[in-house]
């Protein structure tokens, strides 16, 4: 199959609008995603940085607050530690709705698709404040900024993420006969982190490695670490001395260089690029994605030494990726974004949001939908099949968005019959056409759009 602008931006981006063009080739979708963030300077998203400084002065109001509980004082201190909560909550509802102006606002969107799938790929998330608000900066630091370069550089960035680490159980891994070792007998060797990498980060669970491997990567990867000051550490003190031999090879020395090493040895490694190139085809094209097409992907990567904006060029070359019919249900997240863009919602506008609004209106529904924000279940993300994605509950929230929420989200909503045209265009369903025709009111023409499969797919 051909190029097709209206599969480009369904199926690789955040879905047609009435604002923006279609592209004329796939490299426009590229040309985009490669030349960054367009939003940065306007919607920065928190830093880790940021949350610790904030988190940190949370915690020394609440102590002050004990020590001196009923007086003017401690209620003043009990007060402020609130309202640096609220400010926290506030910004992170604000870093929501930076992702909406994004998928919004650009003329295609395959960046922030990127960045969503990168994301999963590297789940990270948690129970404590911390760790719920952290998933933002880890995206924002370690993913976004590679989603075009070297995965070297991005599986780098991650294994020095603080909720990474901490997720993980990396931070406490300790070497048994390292400094701290000899000296604290309670810590000792994890393997989870150096299990997850080679297991769901590179080579994935059908690669060529052993559970040996397993143990000696995690040996290496002691001495990364956290200070609650200043954020990710490497220290020595926790290195399991010795040489380590990973997949064959020896790796030397107690400094972070020999991290970075295997680190870039494991996302090099032919497995690994099978992998990636998997997950690819799967996220962007089918739960069974063609043999041909992750070949190609592949092939691509290991030429480009792992280069993530030749693969993804790669995925797009491919006739197998243009293949019409209705692709993959659109997760959650996608879904209400790419509503948004169809109904023409504006990047200005959605800035314009109400926290509140954004809260309850688009936020809040994904948990009914099925994909509660910044939560994945486990390190693997979120299910690719669709199955998990059309429950009856899920599927009935999805209706009952569509049927409620953009009359209450838009001042100004199109015909449902121009909706349809941009949408399907003339591959509109016959069934699907009648009944928007037949609609006895605008917003139900509307609803019945937005809650087809003609939608709900890519």
């Known amino acids: 199959m051909a190029f097709d602008p209206r599969i480009a931006v369904s199926r690789f981006g955040t879905g047609p609008s009435p604002h923006h063009a279609q592209p004329g080739r796939a490299d ?52 402020a530690a609130r309202a640096i909560n609220d400010e926290t909550a506030l910004r992170a509802t ?54 075009m370069g070297s995965f070297t550089d991005m599986l780098r960035a991650v294994a020095r993420d603080p909720l990474m680490l901490y997720y993980l159980d990396g931070a406490a891994s300790t070497g048994p006969n390292s400094r701290v070792g000899m000296r604290k007998r309670g810590r000792g060797l994890n393997e989870n982190f150096a299990r997850e ?34 954020g990710f550490q490497f220290n020595p003190g926790l290195v399991e001395p010795g040489p380590e031999i990973v997949l064959g090879r020896v790796y030397e020395g107690d400094q972070i260089e020999a991290i970075d090493a295997v680190l870039g040895d494991l996302a090099r490694h032919p497995d690994t690029a099978r992998h990636l ?38 995925l797009l070359e491919h006739p197998a990726a243009w293949e019409s019919g209705q692709g993959n249900v659109k997760w959650p997240f996608d879904f209400i974004a790419s509503s948004l863009r169809a109904l023409g919602m504006t990047d200005i506008e959605a800035a314009a949001l109400p926290a509140q609004r954004v809260r309850r209106m688009l936020r809040n529904p994904l948990s009914a939908m099925g994909q509660p924000w910044q939560s994945a279940p486990d ?71 937005l809650a087809s499969p003609t939608f709900q797919r890519r």
């Open 28 to 79: 426009d979708l590229v040309a985009e995603a490669a030349a960054g963030d367009a939003y940065a300077e306007g919607f920065p998203f928190m830093t880790s940085a940021w949350l610790r400084e904030t988190f940190s002065q949370a915690q020394a109001k609440r102590q002050l607050a004990r020590r001196a509980k009923g007086t003017e004082e401690g209620d003043a201190a009990l007060k």
């Open 197 to 230: 990498i080679m297991e769901l980060h590179t080579l994935g669970v059908e690669g060529r490695y052993t559970q040996r491997d397993v143990r000696e990567l995690a040996e290496l990867l002691t001495g990364l670490t956290l200070n609650k000051r200043m």
């Open 277 to 314: 190139a998997w997950k690819l085809a799967r996220h962007f094209t089918s739960d069974t994605p063609d043999e041909g097409l992750v070949r190609h992907v592949a092939a691509r990567y290991a030429q480009s030494d792992g280069n993530l904006g030749e693969a993804t060029a790669a």
């Open 94 to 147: 604000a870093d929501f709705q930076g992702l909406i102006v994004r998928a919004t606002g650009l003329p295609f969107g395959l960046g922030e698709r990127l960045v969503a799938f990168w994301s999963d790929h590297f789940t990270a998330t948690g129970t404590s404040a911390y760790r719920q608000y952290a998933p933002f900066s880890l995206s924002a630091e370690a993913i976004r900024p590679h989603i």
């Open 379 to 449: 390190p693997a993300g979120w299910d690719e099949e669709d199955e998990s994605w059309v429950t009856p509950q899920a599927v009935a929230e999805r209706i009952n968005w569509a049927m409620r929420a953009p009359q209450r989200l838009l001042d100004t909503l199109p015909d449902p019959r121009a909706l349809l045209a941009l949408v399907a265009g003339e591959d509109a369903p016959p069934e699907l056409s009648f009944a928007v025709n037949a609609a006895e009111t605008q917003s139900e023409g509307i609803g019945l759009i």
